[in-house]
T-cell receptor, first 115, second 112 residues
Framework: AQSVTQPDIHITVSEGASLELRCNYS??????LFWYVQSPGQGLQLLLK??????LVQGIKGFEAEFKRSQSSFNLRKPSVHWSDAAEYFC?????????????FGGGTRLMVKP | DSGVTQTPKHLITATGQRVTLRCSPR?????VYWYQQSLDQGLQFLIQ???????AKGNILERFSAQQFPDLHSELNLSSLELGDSALYFC???????????FGPGTRLTVT
């Protein structure tokens, strides 16, 4: 069964600083990979996705993520964080075959932004 | 706005009761997914329907059931509720064969 690990439960960065959120997955084949963001009291918004091809993917709100097969990682990055980026971020995987579309989520990383 | 709607937004009920959560997928989406988000279990997949048929099951309790209707809206029924069922329940949808899922705003269930 696939699993997703987000090693950092909380991260605090200063506004304008760069950000990297870590995500490691365990799956037999290359899964489909996603990052979602959840603001307080809100649903989950898709930031970006990786299915195949270029391992550096661009998303909304200035986020990008890099797929590294050798490290089973899909880390999320942003060069300059804004106060509005404070939220919880979830990495998720779905089977990259016909086994079904269900998402397996990591535990989430709560991002706080200092002024 | 993802285009996925869920009602009600909040639900407070007592132990032993039964509730129904409703989800309307994005226009054109045939697949509906239900997820539960709780403090101790995190985000967990419950069940998927595709064009009215159950497609996949996850960690869904026997007290819970779901269905998808001909107009593609879906309902999640939770019965014999326990305190531990208090959680945020999300519905998501996607295109047939698509992989990214679009989430609704969720229904917050509180069991007292």
């Amino acid at each position: 069964a696939q699993s997703v690990t987000q090693p950092d439960i909380h991260i605090t960065v200063s506004e304008g600083a760069s950000l990297e959120l870590r995500c490691n997955y365990s799956y037999g084949a290359t899964p489909y990979l996603f990052w979602y963001v959840q603001s307080p009291g809100q649903g989950l918004q898709l930031l970006l996705k990786y299915f195949s091809g270029d391992t550096l993917v661009q998303g909304i709100k200035g986020f990008e993520a890099e797929f590294k097969r050798s490290q089973s990682s899909f880390n999320l990055r942003k060069p300059s964080v804004h106060w509005s980026d404070a939220a919880e971020y979830f990495c998720a995987v779905a089977p990259g075959d016909n086994a079904g579309n269900m998402l397996t989520f990591g535990g989430g990383t709560r991002l706080m932004v200092k002024p | 706005d993802s285009g996925v709607t869920q009602t009600p937004k909040h639900l407070i009920t007592a132990t032993g009761q039964r509730v129904t959560l409703r989800c309307s997928p994005r226009s054109g989406d045939l697949s509906v997914y239900w997820y539960q988000q709780s403090l101790d279990q995190g985000l967990q997949f419950l069940i998927q329907y595709y064009n009215g048929e159950e497609r996949a099951k996850g960690n869904i309790l026997e007290r819970f059931s779901a269905q998808q209707f001909p107009d593609l809206h879906s309902e999640l029924n939770l019965s014999s509720l326990e305190l531990g069922d208090s959680a945020l329940y999300f519905c998501a949808s996607n295109l047939a064969g698509g992989r990214e899922q679009y989430f609704g705003p969720g229904t917050r269930l509180t069991v007292t």
